[in-house]
């Protein structure tokens, strides 16, 4: 099966920081990366997405960095704030390339302290 | 404005007991729907997906299946549950046709197989 590798597994950072997690992946017919957050005892809601025209984007505090060479994308948290506290998952998928959905990373428990 | 429903958010089933869960998206036609299970550490799992009434395509064997009755309708099934179908499920739907990337996620049920 496809994979995508999400690395850490779980991160703590302090009120204010950056939180930074990484993705990286194999297939290089990917062409769709959406970061999903989720929220204890909820489904996950799409945060931020990005295709690999563009090696930044950015939307609020949230920026995803895409490094095609390295097939490698991360997320980046900027004045991370306790509210931020979720699961992560980085995922991937070919666009227009059938309904059988995303390759999901295995998550990143974040935690913000105050 | 497209909505999806998951129930029931939480089940206590014993083993070898039959299981359905439902899910019912609002607001768009002819769906993608996938059935999703997450499993502590060990991200999201895709099970079954959908492209249109009475087509299920399944990504794993297992003791589960899935119907889709309706355009807008689907199902998630077992005859007889075991331990290890704990877990939480998700239900998703996706737009057909390109982009067709980004998918959205129900709230969740929690199954618990004791």
């Known amino acids: 099966q496809q994979q995508v590798k999400q690395s850490p597994q779980s991160l703590i950072v302090q009120k204010g920081g950056i939180s930074i997690i990484n993705c990286a992946y194999e297939?290089?017919?990917?062409?769709?990366f959406p970061w999903y957050q989720q929220f204890p005892g909820k489904g996950p809601a799409l945060l931020i997405a990005i295709r690999p025209d563009v090696s930044e984007k950015k939307e609020g505090r949230f920026t995803i960095s895409f490094n095609k060479s390295a097939k490698q994308f991360s997320l980046h948290i900027m004045d991370s704030q306790p509210g931020d506290s979720a699961t992560y998952f980085c995922a991937a998928s070919i666009s227009g390339g059938g309904a059988d959905g995303l390759t999901f990373g295995k998550g990143t428990h974040l935690i913000i302290q105050p | 404005s497209q909505t999806i429903h998951q129930w029931p958010a939480t089940l206590v089933q014993p083993v070898g007991s039959p299981l359905s869960l439902e899910c019912t998206v609002e607001?768009?036609?002819?769906?993608?729907l996938y059935w999703y299970r997450q499993a502590a550490g060990r991200g999201l799992q895709l099970l079954f997906y959908s492209v249109g009434i009475g087509q299920i395509s399944s990504e794993v064997p297992q003791n589960l299946s899935a119907s889709r009755p309706q355009d807008r309708q689907f199902i998630l099934s077992s005859k007889k549950l075991l331990l290890s179908d704990s877990g939480f499920y998700l239900c998703?739907?996706?737009?057909?046709?390109?982009?067709?990337?980004?998918?959205?996620f129900g709230q969740g049920t929690r199954l618990t197989v004791v």
């Open positions: 297939n290089t017919a990917f062409d769709y």
């Open positions: 998703a739907w996706s737009e057909q046709g390109a982009p067709g990337d980004e998918a959205f």
């Open positions: 607001g768009t036609s002819n769906p993608n």
